[in-house]
């Protein structure tokens, strides 16, 4: 069985700091890419940041030299270290584990999602 669950979520103050994990199981977790998603009401949901499977990562514009996403194989763990929090970071994270088949018509995409933690930033 395949599960992905988000854990350290909560209320912070601007400028304050959080700590995201995610712990997955049921699959072979090295081989994954992993993505850390947020929504919040009314909008859609949007990547924030991304480790692949050789850890090269990524990270949305908005969240540049604040957040830093980690990955420790061995514990099956991806981590989120957010720092310099601003009330617009107000969301639900949720993780996401994808795996891209190369097929003959193109990638075909699975992925697998947590239930999401939410982060709440206010003074």
């Known amino acids: 069985e395949v599960r992905l669950v988000e854990s350290g979520g909560g209320l912070a103050q601007p400028g304050g700091s959080l700590r995201l994990s995610c712990a997955a199981s049921g699959f072979t977790f090295d081989d994954y890419h992993i993505g850390w998603f947020r929504q919040a009401p009314g909008k859609e949901r949007e990547l924030v940041a991304g480790?692949?499977?050789?850890?090269?990562?990524n990270y949305a514009d908005s969240v540049k030299g604040r957040f830093t996403i980690s990955r420790d194989n061995a514990k099956n763990t991806v981590y989120l270290q957010m720092n310099s929090l601003k009330p617009e970071d107000t969301a639900v994270y949720y993780c996401?584990?994808?795996?891209?088949?190369?097929?003959?018509?193109?990638?075909?995409?699975?992925?697998?999602w947590g239930q999401g933690t939410q982060v709440t930033v206010s003074s």
């Open positions: 996401n584990a994808r795996y891209v088949l190369m097929t003959i018509v193109g990638p075909a995409p699975r992925d697998y």
């Open positions: 480790i692949t499977n050789g850890d090269s990562t």
